[in-house]
């Protein structure tokens, strides 16, 4: 027999669809990665709730994706605003 390797959908047994399983063992292995707080640095990010991560180490906590402490999304817009203040700079 050929070793399976279910992961953290390997619960659903036969159930749902391979596509299906293998989506929420992704999302899940990302939720429970390790995440880097914005604020002092350390690899201590935990989900609190749907789009809401709090930092073990200083306490920091704040918004992004339900899955992830930060979206694409969220990444370009932080890179249009830091482009827009700094052409103001100028």
């Known amino acids: 027999m050929a070793k399976s390797k279910t992961g953290s959908a390997g619960r659903f047994g036969a159930r749902y669809g391979r596509v299906a399983r293998r989506r929420v063992a992704e999302i899940e292995e990302d939720t ?5 707080c ?4 350390e690899d201590r990010v935990s989900r609190q709730g749907t789009g809401i991560w709090e930092c073990g ?3 920091y906590k704040y918004t ?3 899955y992830r402490p930060e979206t694409p999304a969220g ?4 890179r ?3 482009a827009a203040l700094g052409d103001d700079e100028e």
């Open 64 to 66: 992004g994706g339900s």
């Open 32 to 36: 429970n990665a390790d995440h880097t």
């Open 38 to 41: 914005p604020e002092c640095g």
């Open 80 to 82: 249009s605003v830091r």
């Open 75 to 78: 990444r370009t817009v932080r």
């Open 57 to 59: 180490y200083c306490g």
